[in-house]
């Protein structure tokens, strides 16, 4: 297995590996998912033992079950070397107060998911999507009260426009409260619609970016053919994440990079994943695996190399917009 590497996160002196664990696979309910609360322990101790020290959970995901399985896996590791992330805004019961960025429930879901993950302080708190209902100087203020409270190390945003990502960072220095430290925006050798977006941002303003769906739900994988049904099983025929990547340009991408996996004697994801880390804006993707196998295949990207002319053909196909098509 390829030796882990680390970055620093943005302009931070917080050090992460050029991995993120993705952890929303870790819970039950739906059939993509793990459903399997020892096999997730076992790919998160593998993970860890790779080197590993980035997690990415969040409170919705199986409402809390993901940040359970998180803290198990996490008790008796040092945690001074593990940067542990979980985010905040979508729904977690029904009512009142039970969803969205105002400061009550920022602060309350802040509380729960420290119970959850058994832990004294988060260190990475991420707004998992923009809230129109509440004022961005709330939330930033709530978000700086966790971080001047201790509970709360660098806080973070995810999927939005520029102009709401700009609007955040600089209300931020106006009312002088703590700044969102990375960005976390959909970002694959297929979905590029951000370098026309967010990826600019937080070029020009030194934020760290962890992609999510740096696979494309799967596509680039190499898994799928022109023409095939996508498998009861997973995301991509619940809600047609992958499916709607059939197109003719994203097949022609993915061409280009079946050809280079087979002159580098390497897989198709490892070389979509090789593609993510020889941007110099992306500090850590997040991988999103369920099998010990698929992520020791992930980590040996870090041992793909790629030239300026390999990724000139995997971009070639595409040119970048915002909004991308198809998407809100």
């Not at 100087?137 to 409270?149: F, G, R, Y």
Request: net charge negative.
């Amino acid at each position: 297995m390829a030796e882990m590497e680390y970055t620093y996160l943005g302009n931070t002196g917080l050090e992460v590996s050029r991995f993120c664990l993705g952890c929303m696979n870790f819970g039950s309910g739906a059939e993509w998912m793990m459903n399997d609360r020892e096999a997730s322990l076992e790919l998160l101790d593998h993970a860890l033992d790779a080197g590993i020290n980035f997690l990415d959970t969040a409170n919705a995901y199986s409402r809390g079950e993901s940040e359970r399985i998180v803290g198990d896996a996490i008790a008796g590791r040092d945690r001074e070397e593990l940067v542990i992330a979980t985010k905040v805004f979508f729904p977690m019961g029904d009512g009142p107060n039970k969803s969205g960025l105002s400061r009550k429930h920022i602060l309350d879901q802040a509380q729960a998911s420290l119970d959850r993950l058994g832990t004294d302080y988060i260190d990475l708190y991420q707004i998992h999507r923009w809230d129109e209902q509440v004022p961005i100087e709330e939330t930033l203020s709530a978000l700086d009260h966790l971080v001047e409270e201790g509970l709360v190390r660098y806080i973070g945003a995810s999927t939005m426009s520029a102009y709401k990502f700009t609007k955040a960072l600089y209300t931020a220095d106006v009312e002088n409260v703590e700044r969102f430290a990375c960005m976390q925006p959909e970002y694959n050798a297929v979905d590029r619609h951000e370098e026309a977006n967010l990826l600019p941002v937080c070029e020009g303003e030194d934020i760290g970016v962890i992609p999510w769906s740096p696979l494309a739900g799967g596509f680039l994988t190499g898994k799928y053919e022109r023409g095939s049904e996508v498998p009861a099983d997973t995301r991509a025929d619940t809600d047609d994440y992958t499916s709607d990547r059939f197109t003719d340009e994203n097949w022609a991408v993915l061409d280009e990079i079946r050809a280079i996996a087979d002159e580098k004697d390497a897989s198709p994801a490892q070389v979509s994943l090789s593609w993510l880390l020889h941007k110099p804006v992306v500090d850590a993707p997040i991988i999103g695996p369920r099998r010990l196998d698929h992520l020791d295949e992930n980590i040996g990207a870090l041992d793909v190399d790629l030239t300026s002319a390999d990724i000139e053909r995997i971009e070639a196909p595409k040119t970048p917009q915002w909004p991308a098509p198809g998407k809100d």
